[in-house]
């Protein structure tokens, strides 16, 4: 069984970077693939991007291209997900998520809040 | 990417069986067998009930079933029961550069 436990909530302001952290457990960290999803206040799921940590292969949603980006440490078994040039529409909590076929496991959520 | 299409909001009865939809283009839910089905109950992280169109995990009810015809997927929640009350979204497969999209989102109450 995957866990997935992300780092805390954050305040961040607006122009500022926000680096979220996701350690796995369980399972063989590098054979994951790791994504990133968020959810405003009140709205849906926004795909991001993801990671092949044993490739090191990153993509990501052409919305964030720019200013998202995830990388892992195969060494912690973490995972990262850094957004640049905040701004209030940012403020969500953001989810990792490991996913493929019937293994779907996420992480409990963190809320980063973007306000001056 | 546009995000997959589904109505905001779906209800029904207890017993009662609803179906939701969710339309996407040739580009994504119409070219792959890939769609996922999500529930999501309030300040919790979502739970996956459906893979690949119409698998379901172990632990997921029977009373959950996926399809897809042409452009549009959909997932079947029958025998309605309180605890079914969410919101639920679909994701689709989109192809080596935009990878995966997610739909709008539908509320179901049971009533």
């Known amino acids: 069984q995957v866990q997935l436990v992300q780092s805390g909530a954050e305040v961040k302001k607006p122009g500022s970077s926000v680096k979220v952290s996701c350690k796995a457990s369980?399972?063989?960290?590098?054979?994951?693939?790791i994504s990133w999803v968020r959810q405003a206040p009140g709205q849906g799921l926004e795909w991001m991007g993801r990671?092949?940590?044993?490739?090191?292969?990153?993509n990501y949603a052409q919305k964030f291209q720019g200013r998202v980006t995830i990388t892992a440490d195969k060494s912690t078994s973490t995972a990262y997900m850094e957004l640049s040039s905040l701004r209030s529409e940012d403020t969500a909590v953001y989810y990792c998520a490991s996913k493929g076929g019937a293994e779907n496991y996420w992480g409990q959520g963190t809320l980063v809040t973007v306000s001056s | 990417q546009s995000a997959l299409t589904q109505p905001a909001s779906v209800s029904g009865s207890p017993g009662q069986s609803i179906t939701i939809s969710c339309t996407g283009t040739?580009?994504?839910?119409?070219?792959?067998?890939?769609v996922s089905w999500y529930q999501q109950h309030p300040g919790k992280a979502p739970k996956l009930m459906i893979y690949e169109g119409s698998k379901r995990p172990s632990g997921v009810s029977n009373r959950f079933s996926g399809s897809k015809s042409g452009n549009t997927a959909s997932l079947t929640i029958s025998g309605l029961q309180a605890e079914d009350e969410a919101d639920y979204y679909c994701?689709?497969?989109?192809?080596?550069?935009?990878?995966?999209?997610f739909g709008g989102g539908t509320k179901l109450t049971v009533l």
């Open positions: 990671i092949i940590p044993i490739l090191g292969i990153a």
């Open positions: 994701c689709s497969y989109a192809g080596s550069s935009t990878l995966e999209v």
């Open positions: 369980g399972g063989t960290f590098s054979s994951y693939t």
């Open positions: 040739s580009s994504d839910v119409g070219s792959y067998n890939l």
